[in-house]
T-cell receptor
């Protein structure tokens, strides 16, 4: 079992550009959540996808959008990048049928640097 | 926004000692989870405690939950150098995981 995989590992982009990050969930999981973690902070919830729909969203602007594919993998897109978008982006997968009391498995993250 | 606050922000102990980290949160929850993060990489799930549980053990880990005080604690017994990491509590209420800012634990050999 490969667990949760994210790509790329590191990325450098210029202000104003757009970026796409990818996540493949753990086998058997159907739900993908994305988190942004700034240096020295805890992860902050961006949004969650289930059955190819955005199920919940945190306090992030519309520049942050996502997608989930029929195979449960997911993409996070960020448009019009700002310097403040520099962070570690984490993907977590879980099985919604487990209800709220289920653990999430995290990928190793994508380190995005905006210059 | 952050739900909880971990205390202390940083902790340095000798190998073999116990480490205790505390977490406070603000709203009602379904469960509270603790995660570990090494060197800014992915988070590893440690333990989940449900809102109707008061204490839970897993190996060298002991977690307590006091919903009346909206607080939890994580105890790591007989710490090892490999326990050096950041530890986060995360609550699950009506939203997925809401994390605190974490405690940086350094275990000195």
């Amino acid at each position: 079992d490969a667990g949760v995989t994210q790509s790329p590992t590191h990325l450098i982009k210029t202000r104003g550009q757009q970026v796409t990050l990818r996540c493949s969930p753990k086998s058997g999981h159907d739900t993908v959540s994305w988190y942004q973690q700034a240096l020295g902070q805890g992860p902050q919830f961006i949004f969650q996808y289930y059955e190819e729909e955005e199920r919940q969203r945190g306090n992030f602007p519309d520049r942050f959008s996502g997608h989930q594919f029929p195979n449960y993998s997911s993409e996070l897109n960020v448009n019009a990048l700002l310097l403040g978008d520099s962070a570690l982006y984490l993907c977590a997968s879980s099985f919604l049928g487990g209800g709220w009391n289920t653990e999430a498995f995290f990928g190793q993250g994508t380190r995005l640097t905006v210059v | 926004s952050q739900q909880g606050e971990e205390d202390p922000q940083a902790l340095s102990i000798q190998e073999g000692e116990n480490a205790t980290m505390n977490c406070s949160y603000k709203t009602s929850i379904n469960n509270l989870q603790w995660y570990r993060q090494n060197s800014g990489r992915g988070l590893v799930h440690l333990i989940l405690i449900r809102s109707n549980e008061r204490e839970k053990h897993s190996g060298r880990l002991r977690v307590t939950l006091d919903t009346s005080k909206k607080s939890s604690s994580l105890l790591i017994t007989a710490s090892r150098a490999a326990d050096t990491a950041s530890y986060f509590c995360a609550t699950v209420g009506n939203t997925p995981l809401v994390f605190g800012k974490g405690t940086r634990l350094s275990v000195i050999a």
